[in-house]
């Protein structure tokens, strides 16, 4: 039981996608139980696996983990992604913010009113053209990791939020010279070159599949 990890979450990216990213990089195997009905929701839920009755849940060294950041702070703690000392954590928990308020604008995207998403993708441009990237790449002109003298999950988190990026706006690295050839560096770890392979990586369903079910699953906050 100790030796299996097991998430728990929807078929889709989600607040799941960046622990998958983690273990990945970490080399540690995963299996997957997607939601797909409310009844199995309300089964974790009455089982006591979920202590916020929210998942992302992660069934790891026979434990239940909740709460993502909590689970992927254990994660790069466990496989020394997080630093030698203190002050490394607090930058890499600042980089590794960044990027979250990257993945997040993006993650609500569908669940935006069709009518809305443009404006919202405009809104997410500018904000990471002006603030996110310049502080990165300014970040990287120093030194090849964004903290300290090895990779941290800062930078495990920095690759996902640039490749989603990418997929809504395929030039937006163009004027970021430090930051494409971090993706060029990042590619070639061999767990991310791995994870990053066709077939490797859960292909997530379409958007709307995916809002489908969090809305049946999660129905009781969509009343
Ligand atoms: N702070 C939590 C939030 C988790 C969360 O909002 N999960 C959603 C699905 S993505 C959920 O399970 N919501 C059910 C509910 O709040 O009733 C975390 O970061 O893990």
């Not at 913010?97 to 995207?109: K, S």
């Not at 997929?167 to 770890?189: C, D, G, H, N």
Request: glycine share 4%; hydrophobic share 40%.
């Amino acid at each position: 039981m100790s030796g299996k990890v097991v998430l728990h979450y929807f078929n889709g990216r989600g607040k799941m996608e960046s622990i998958r990213w983690l273990l990945a990089v970490a080399g540690v195997e995963f299996e997957e139980v997607y939601l797909t009905t409310e009844e199995q929701f309300r089964k974790l839920v009455d089982d006591g696996a979920l202590l916020f009755h929210q998942v992302p849940l992660v069934e790891m060294d026979g434990m239940k983990l909740v709460q993502t950041k909590a689970i992927l702070n254990y994660i790069a703690g466990k496989y020394n992604l997080y630093g030698k000392d203190i002050k490394e954590r607090l930058m890499i928990d600042m980089y590794s913010e960044g990027a979250r308020d990257i993945m997040d604008m993006i993650m609500i995207l569908p669940f935006s009113p069709a009518d809305q998403k443009q404006k919202q993708l405009d809104k997410i441009q500018v904000k990471v053209k002006e603030r996110s990237l310049p502080a990165y790449e300014k970040a990287l002109a120093q030194s090849q990791y964004l903290v300290g003298s090895q990779l941290s999950c800062a930078d495990v988190h920095l690759l996902e939020a640039t490749l989603m990026l990418e997929e809504l706006f395929p030039t937006i690295l163009s004027t970021f010279p430090k930051l494409q050839e971090f993706q060029k560096r990042m590619k070639a770890i061999p767990a991310i070159n791995k994870f990053l392979q066709p077939g490797s990586q859960r292909k997530p369903p379409p958007d709307e599949v995916y809002v489908k079910t969090v809305m049946s699953v999660l129905s009781h906050l969509f009343k």
